[in-house]
Antibody, heavy 119, light 106 residues
Framework: EVQLLESGGGLVQPGGSLRLSCAAS????????MSWVRQAPGKGLEWVSS????????FYADSVKGRFTISRDNSKNTLYLQMNSLRAEDTAVYYC????????????WGQGTLVTVSS | EIVMTQSPATLSVSPGERTTLSCRAS??????LAWYQQKPGQAPRLLIY???TRPTGIPARFSGSGSGTDFTLTISSLQSEDFAVYYC?????????FGGGTKVEI
């Protein structure tokens, strides 16, 4: 059974940093590109970033480009999202997601971790 | 950026009814479209990928169709557990984009 478990969310001041982690199990992690998707309170889904299986290719939404960095450690089956220069509009539940096939529909999601940017 | 537009924003239906949700892409995305269901406090659940393929475990009452720019999700007979928000998503090009969602309510 595929399991994705996010951690690292919390309350941070504007301009601050946070690193999210997503521990994966139940599938061959290195064989799948992975993504982060967020959802602001009461709003819809927004794709944030994706990374290829090897980690060699990364993709970002314009809203986070230059501030967020996606990475992965295939030896630890873990996906990361380093978030710098955080803004109030980054407040959201952040999900990690695994596609059926790259970059495809996401058939597995974590439970989400809440990031709140506020002073 | 490919803009995904879902309609209607809200759909009021009765249990047992057939309902159709629409999703339009601002440019052709071939069949690179997924549909998700999301209930309050839960992560989204994949219903359809490749515009018409159901993952294992998704009930047959959910079906998807379309290609190019116009897509539909049909629920043949609404069950009580189907009242939720539905999102479409294109994965034909970067950035990946979602539609704004359709809320299916009683």
């Amino acid at each position: 059974e595929v399991q994705l478990l996010e951690s690292g969310g919390g309350l941070v001041q504007p301009g601050g940093s946070l690193r999210l982690s997503c521990a994966a199990s139940g599938f061959i992690f290195r064989s799948y590109g992975m993504s982060w998707v967020r959802q602001a309170p009461g709003k819809g889904l927004e794709w944030v970033s994706s990374v290829s299986g090897s980690g060699g290719s990364t993709f970002y939404a314009d809203s986070v480009k230059g501030r967020f960095t996606i990475s992965r450690d295939n030896s630890k089956n873990t996906l990361y999202l380093q978030m710098n220069s955080l803004r109030a509009e980054d407040t959201a539940v952040y999900y990690c997601a695994k596609p059926v096939f790259w970059p495809g529909g996401f058939d597995s999601w974590g439970q989400g971790t809440l990031v709140t940017v506020s002073s | 950026e490919i803009v995904m537009t879902q309609s209607p924003a809200t759909l009021s239906v009765s249990p047992g009814e057939r309902t159709t949700l629409s999703c339009r892409a601002s440019q052709s995305i071939s069949n690179k479209l997924a549909w998700y269901q999301q209930k309050p406090g839960q992560a989204p659940r994949l219903l359809i990928y490749g515009a018409s393929t159901r993952p294992t475990g998704i009930p047959a009452r959910f079906s998807g169709s379309g290609s190019g720019t116009d897509f539909t999700l049909t629920i043949s007979s609404l069950q009580s557990e189907d009242f939720a928000v539905y999102y479409c998503q294109q994965y034909n090009d970067w950035p990946l984009t979602f539609g704004g969602g359709t809320k299916v309510e009683i």
